[in-house]
């Protein structure tokens, strides 16, 4: 990263200095000069003038508009002797004054001197320029407050000793491709001008967070061997209007002077939603100026300009303006989704370098057990296995050190102080095998790990771990039906067992239900409603032009149709799970009652126990669970 030397203070600053020092002078001497070296007469009460009248002791009064001076007779004080005090507002002393026969005038108003003069005239431009001084000091740099409408953007260059690269980056093998091909044309751009291929002008990142859009952007900058500029969206938007776009040219002005060159903006969203968002079209707020702005730099690039391109990352893509998508503006979105199998394994790798990893530790395993955790879930993985070595006081970390991490990101810290009387215990031990034994028997789910009745999280009671023994990105209708009667397992579990029901299953119930409403109005996997979308929410990832369908308004006996197969899909479910567990009930009671002492069953022991779990025959269960 480029670093300019400091300049020296503007001699129009010194100057400023000076002047305010000398003002603040002359101010102190004009406010404690008069006290300090006058005397003045002395100060009487109001009350005490006002007796000393109607006692006709006052001879003459001079009424000034801050202070009442007057002389008492000669038999009654000193001759020439002045006295003063503070005036009250009152109507009736000239009246007072006449009747007592007292002398009174008004006293003329002060002349200005021209030591009040030169203050008035000085002051105020001091204050002015002391204000400025403020803001100039308060912007930072030479120009201060006048570079607000700057851009912020970092510089990298080459030589960077702390520089990111591709080797850096795992688990987005794809997007890697594409960046790659980027850095190249910066480094041989000939290769693709000579058959007559034309480089996008912008390639924009999307996916979740955490998946390593700005990493796989420092990796750009470590690799490209040219300027690198870097700044966040939320950088252009300011309170002053016009601010973002004067950003948005400067940053662009600065870019094609450096070409060729790289630009990143992280959070694209900040600044380029929708126009139409707010429900109409031509509005004037600084957002919008500031992408219209950005909107006119990408477009302005002609044939025989220099080489910018724009990088930019969003975790949003569907709030974006159209017109940012179209092509000659960001030609590419790339896709940073959440890694696979074999992503995690080289993810972890990248990240176990930094620390000390026991013999016992396998990667592979860990990496089996972490589906859908993105990069930084990862990386943060590695690190809350790091700090559970260093609390057991062990020198490297190991297997069980990850294997306790997991569980901490995925159910939460363990509740040691959350103590479960004898019957709560007992509810949630049958409760968790229930899942177990039903998800053991179910097609495509994942596999059992660990059951545990050991609160942990927020309201956690116990847990079942059940992790996928592969990735998958299909399911079919028989396993979501089973999903959803493992989810239930622990509500049948308690019905047969206790013959009531508890509060326990409320977050099963709610999974359930909402898986089945899915399979319905947005699989189509109702044989009443047929193949068709009656709920289509938010996209996840949104690649294409356009906006993503609003949620379809449905008739009233459609809706009474939805509600009706979504009951039959429970219903059905939670009878399946019924008699996999009265089939098994002497199995139940069983491990139950050994999850009751030990408080965790995991391991070779688990498998050994679930093995033994009986499917139901055909004739007896509404679906096949084998």
Known sequence: MTIKEQPKPPRFRIIANILLSVSGLFLLLNLFLPNLFTSGPAGVPYSLFIHQVQEGEVSRVSVGQNQIRYQLKTENAEPGAVFVTTPIFDLELPKLLESKGVEFAAAPPPKNTWFTTLLGWVIPPLIFIGIWQFFISRGGGQQGVLSIGKSKAKVYVEGDSAKITFADVAGVEEAKTELVEIVDFLKTPARFTQIGARIPKGVLLVGPPGTGKTLLAKAVAGEAGVPFFSISGSEFVELFVGVGSSRVRDLFEQAKKQAPCIVFIDELDAIGKSRSSNGFYGGNDEREQTLNQLLTEMDGFAAGDATVIVLAATNRPESLDPALLRPGRFDRQVLVDRPDLSGREAILKIHAQKVKLGDDVNLKAIATRTPGFAGADLANLVNEAALLAARNQRQTIAQE??????????????????????????????????????????????????????????????????????????????????????????????????????????????????????????????????????????????????????????????????????????????????????????????????????????????????????????????????
């Open 401 to 626: 050190d990850f294997a306790e991490a997991i569980e901490r990101v995925v159910a939460g810290l363990e509740k040691k102080s959350r103590v479960l009387n004898d019957t709560e215990k007992k509810i949630v031990a049958y409760h968790e095998v229930g899942h177990a034994m039903v998800g053991a028997l179910i097609p495509g789910s994942g596999r059992v790990e660990k059951i545990s009745i050991i609160p942990r999280g927020m309201a956690a009671l116990g847990y079942t771990l059940q992790l996928p023994t592969e990735d998958r990105f299909l399911m079919n209708e028989e396993e979501l039906r089973g999903q959803i009667a493992t989810l239930l397992g622990g509500r049948s579990a308690e019905e047969i067992v206790f013959g009531s029901i508890t509060t326990g299953a409320s977050n099963d119930l709610q999974r359930a239900t909402d898986l089945a409403e899915r399979m319905v109005t947005t699989y189509g996997m109702s044989k009443v409603l047929g193949p068709l979308a009656y709920q289509q929410g938010q996209q996840a990832m949104f690649l294409g032009n356009g906006a993503p369908n609003p949620r379809r308004l449905v008739s009233e006996d459609t809706a009474k149709a939805i509600d009706s197969e979504v009951k039959e899909i429970v219903e059905t479910a939670h009878e399946q799970a019924l008699e996999i567990l009265k089939q098994n009930r002497d199995l139940l009671e069983a491990i139950a009652t050994q999850l009751l002492e030990t408080e965790v069953i995991e391991g070779e022991k688990l498998n050994n126990l679930l093995s033994q779990v009986q499917p139901v025959a055909k004739e007896t269960a509404g679906l096949v669970a084998s």
